[in-house]
């Protein structure tokens, strides 16, 4: 996505997916926010209260602050591994998540956020493109060393490409774009949703793509509330 599109939000309900709302451990790496944000951004999630509201602290005291801490309650109890590396390489990467594995007892999803802020291993001389894509490339295999799925963000630019490497893109078994919806997308979004009020309430996209084989090319319609930085499918 496009920086401030969701990418993070878009990560971190997944994260909150499998392991919030179902038993799964997952692991989320992020280069640039700490552990405050991102944890007030799945209370907000969880809890309906605004992003702003709980990380200014700035809450109704009669509302909010009980569903806030339930929020925090279920985040604690989770199996839902934060942590900021502001110097994020894939040895790190490797090296933390075996940590997180053992400590855990198991790890089931691998989230990196984002591959455009990860420093490059190797010999000098690569361009951005070269380095971006082979830092792509040692992630899925370490995720087949791991045995588990490995998400990554990555960051569009203002042309809508990917920054740094179009190779990028096929070295990963899928991609998705989660951008907003946009003029020409009405028409598909009638046909495809029959409901009025749910066909309203779509302001987001996930193109497909790359995508496996038996799946269609449809796009996944979304409805993204940047207040609480939920994101979820409209059916």
């Known amino acids: ?45 969880i809890s309906g209260v605004t992003f702003n509201e709980i990380y200014t602290g700035k809450l109704d005291p009669h509302s909010s602050w009980r569903a806030v801490e339930r929020a925090y309650d279920r985040l604690a109890a989770s199996k839902l591994v934060l942590s900021k590396i502001p110097v994020m390489t894939v040895s790190k990467v490797k090296g933390f998540s075996r940590i997180v594995k053992q400590k855990m007892s198991g790890l089931d999803c691998l989230i990196v956020d984002y ?19 082979q830092t792509v490339e040692r992630l ?39 951008e907003p919806i946009e003029d020409r997308d009405k028409e598909l979004i009638e046909r495809m949703i029959s409901d009025p009020v749910k066909r309203n309430a779509v302001n987001y996209k996930l193109t497909k793509y790359k995508v496996r084989r038996n799946d269609n090319t449809f796009p996944i319609w979304c409805r993204f509330s940047k207040k609480t930085q939920k994101v979820g499918e409209v059916e």
């Open 115 to 133: 591959v455009g802020r990860m420093e490059y291993e190797g010999a000098g001389g690569l361009q951005e493109y070269q380095q971006l894509y």
């Open 1 to 45: 996505a496009k920086s401030g599109h969701g990418k993070t939000a878009l990560a971190l309900n997944l994260a909150r997916e499998l392991s919030v709302e179902q038993d799964y451990v997952t692991y989320y790496m992020n280069a640039e926010m700490d552990d405050e944000e991102l944890s007030a951004r799945l209370a907000a999630q």
């Open 140 to 178: 899925k295999t370490t995720a087949v060393e791991l045995d588990i799925p490995i998400i990554v963000l990555a960051q569009l630019n203002e042309e809508g490409m990917v920054e740094g490497a179009k190779k990028m893109k096929n070295a990963c078994d899928g991609v998705l774009f989660f």
